[in-house]
T-cell receptor, first 113, second 113 residues
Framework: DTAVSQTPKYLVTQMGNDKSIKCEQN?????MYWYKQDSKKFLKIMFS???????INETVPNRFSPKSPDKAHLNLHINSLELGDSAVYFC????????????FGSGTRLTVV | QKEVEQNSGPLSVPEGAIASLNCTYS??????FFWYRQYSGKSPELIMF????GDKEDGRFTAQLNKASQYVSLLIRDSQPSDSATYLC?????????????FGTGTRLTIIP
């Protein structure tokens, strides 16, 4: 009974392709996030949604487009993939912005070749 | 200056000893501080949070916060090999409603049997 689930777990794709990562949480949290963890293990926020509304949009190329159809889901679509997009992408959720700690999904390892 | 700074390590500690992990942060207005543990290939997992100056104990873990010095630490007593992981310090930074959890680069801890 996974709290925050991401699919797929692994994604290998060629440069220039478009891909999506899906995230769902069953914790009843209002806020969801996308983080990127690079090869040096640095975790950096990309986007945050609170109850389907975008509240944080860090300096991310506009090839990355998040979508939140409802507060339990936050998907990430990436257009025209580049080699530098290779990383582990983590979805996370929290009860509200700034509250408590986050619950992370298991991550999606994206490899662009 | 990075928003959250940690010594990347690696930090090696003999089994049964105390492991001490340190973190400094730049935003004086930060109110919430977290320690996450991340095993290799896994997602970050919340192990401690602290909001007030002083010490907070939970089992073998003690978090210490000094807001005047903008310093937060994690002590692990009676270290076990299963404590070997990367420990991420995280600080909630931003205005109310737009907070984001900002991570340090993590300290890799190895407990030597």
């Amino acid at each position: 009974d996974t709290a925050v689930s991401q699919t797929p777990k692994y994604l290998v794709t060629q440069m220039g392709n478009d891909k999506s990562i899906k995230c769902e949480q069953n914790l009843g949290h209002d806020t969801m996030y996308w983080y990127k963890q690079d090869s040096k293990k640095f975790l950096k926020i990309m986007f945050s949604y609170n109850n389907k509304e975008l509240i944080i949009n860090e300096t991310v190329p506009n090839r990355f487009s998040p979508k939140s159809p409802d507060k339990a889901h936050l998907n990430l679509h990436i257009n025209s993939l580049e080699l530098g997009d290779s990383a582990v992408y983590f979805c996370a959720s929290s009860q509200s912005p700034g509250d408590y700690g986050y619950t992370f999904g298991s991550g999606t390892r994206l490899t662009v070749v | 200056q990075k928003e959250v700074e940690q010594n990347s390590g690696p930090l090696s500690v003999p089994e049964g000893a105390i492991a001490s992990l340190n973190c400094t942060y730049s935003d004086r207005g930060s109110q919430s501080f977290f320690w996450y543990r991340q095993y290799s290939g896994k997602s970050p997992e919340l192990i401690m949070f602290i909001y007030s100056n002083g010490d907070k104990e939970d089992g073998r873990f003690t978090a210490q916060l000094n807001k005047a010095s903008q310093y937060v630490s994690l002590l692990i007593r009676d270290s076990q090999p299963s404590d070997s992981a990367t420990y991420l310090c995280a600080v909630n930074i931003g205005d109310f409603g737009n907070e984001k959890l900002t991570f340090g680069t993590g300290t890799r801890l190895t407990i030597i049997p």
